[in-house]
């Protein structure tokens, strides 16, 4: 089974731009099922469900809303959000070595690799080094 990437970018120090990927370095202990249909198998798929009117809804009809009380809710729309999101960067800046003893254990609840990705090989043993 390939590592799937949960992102690609650059880590760059000096003049050096390395393309990286960040992949997991662990493989969560869970299993994951599939829902399926007895009869024929085929995958099942979720639905909204609108249980007032007992009908499925399209995606297209489905927003999102921020309850600020019973049954009231703060619309918010897609918009909003992006337009409240820091920016994503895609570059990862070293500006320092530190010790291992000065991380503090917390950051190793989740482990990742940082990978080199094509191309990015041979300048990636050099920031080894």
Same mark, same amino acid.
């Given at each position: 089974?390939?590592?799937?990437?949960?992102?690609?970018?650059?880590?760059?120090?000096?003049?050096?731009?390395?393309?990286?990927?960040?992949?997991?370095?662990?493989?969560?202990?869970?299993?994951?099922?599939?829902?399926?249909?007895?009869?024929?198998?085929?995958?099942?798929?979720?639905?909204?469900?609108?249980?007032? /009117? @007992?009908?499925?809804?399209?995606?297209? *009809?489905?927003? &999102?809303?921020? +309850? !600020?009380?019973?049954?009231?809710? %703060?619309?918010?729309?897609? /918009? @909003?959000?992006?337009?409240?999101?820091? *920016?994503?960067? &895609?570059?990862? +800046? !070293?500006?320092?070595?530190?010790? %291992?003893?000065?991380?503090?254990?917390?950051?190793?609840?989740?482990?990742?690799?940082?990978?080199?990705?094509?191309?990015?090989?041979?300048?990636?043993? %050099?920031?080894?080094?």
């Amino acid at each position: 089974m390939a590592v799937q990437a949960i992102w690609t970018g650059t880590i760059s120090f000096s003049l050096v731009a390395i393309p990286v990927q960040l992949v997991k370095a662990i493989e969560p202990g869970r299993v994951s099922f599939h829902l399926l249909h007895r009869k024929d198998y085929s995958p099942l798929a979720r639905r909204m469900f609108c249980p007032r /009117e @007992e009908v499925t809804v399209p995606p297209e *009809e489905v927003i &999102r809303g921020y +309850e !600020i009380g019973p049954g009231k809710y %703060l619309l918010i729309a897609d /918009e @909003e959000l992006e337009s409240v999101s820091p *920016e994503r960067s &895609r570059t990862i +800046e !070293i500006v320092e070595f530190i010790d %291992l003893q000065e991380v503090d254990p917390l950051y190793f609840d989740h482990p990742y690799y940082l990978v080199p990705a094509k191309g990015g090989e041979k300048a990636y043993r %050099l920031l080894g080094r």
